[in-house]
């Protein structure tokens, strides 16, 4: 239904109640600025200042990653003021992957709801929402979902909200009980679970092209793409610190293959990062730029073969080669 921050919207308007005691927010720092926005505006949209209801989990001094001990403690210190975690599954720009079933339950155990954004998870790395009891989740399909920028995006809204329908939440007709919509009767009667969250009919263009995505997913399962991108990254990661020298590149995306999916992160040392992001493109090999210094880059598994990564180890040495 809809797109991410739509969602995020949607679900934050079911989700994110204050209370006097109980009115925070908290999301990572450097969250993806939609996020950021959707949050500010959902507490303002309550008449709250963000300044007394947001909490940005900074990453220590020197440091780029958040680590699951410093968000424990902070859901440990703040949480009876907690309203709503919701953090990013996998980093948009660092390419870490949250440790979600442990901030999840210690979230929950102090009376929080926890949500999160998948956007860079959803067809990356599995994900068990049900089993780890994750109250909400929301994600768009136009990254490893391949359904094209302005895609379809989805929800998960867990099984034990399914019917609650106490919970306030922004109404549409795509919401209410398939079997008497068309009945064009004024009393909204919500679908259970994450259906009855939805608001419109949807484009058929868009769900289209998600399906055409899905076909060849169907043809996989998470769990060999997983073992796949597991090899893949780590074939990148080992080329990438091996071939070049800390005075060129770093990846700030984490070693450890279980606290990543497929993208690495890498920064380009002395300003070199638009000369070489150009240089990639000429050459066909389509990264991602974020100004000032960082490309990142993602073999995905369902179609990148372990020789892509190899010839773009080769094309990026003679780029260095060229430009450092
Ligand atoms: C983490 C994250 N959140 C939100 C968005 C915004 O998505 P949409 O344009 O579907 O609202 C993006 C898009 O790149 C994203 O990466």
Redesign the pocket.
Known sequence: MN????N?HTLLAAFYTPTQDRHKILIESKA?P??HYAVESQIRWHQRDPKDSLICQEPRQGETLLRTEDILETIEKHGHEISVVCF?GVQ?YTGQYFEMEKITKAAQAKGCIVGW?L??AAGNVPVQLHDWNVDFACW?SY?YLNSGP?GI?GIFVHERHATNFDRNRLAGWWGHDKATRFDMVNEFKPMAGAAGFQHSNQSVLTTSALLGSLSVFEKTTMKDMRAKSLLLTGYLYHLLTTEFSTDVLEIITPTDPEQRGAQLSLVFKRGKMMDIFEGLAKRAIIGDERKPDVIRIAPTPLYTRFEDVRRFVVDLKELVNEFY
Do not use: P, Q
Not at 3 to 6: D, H, I
């Open positions: 797109s991410l921050t739509t995020l993806f939609s996020d990013s948009f954004d956007a860079h768009c990254k302005g995006a």
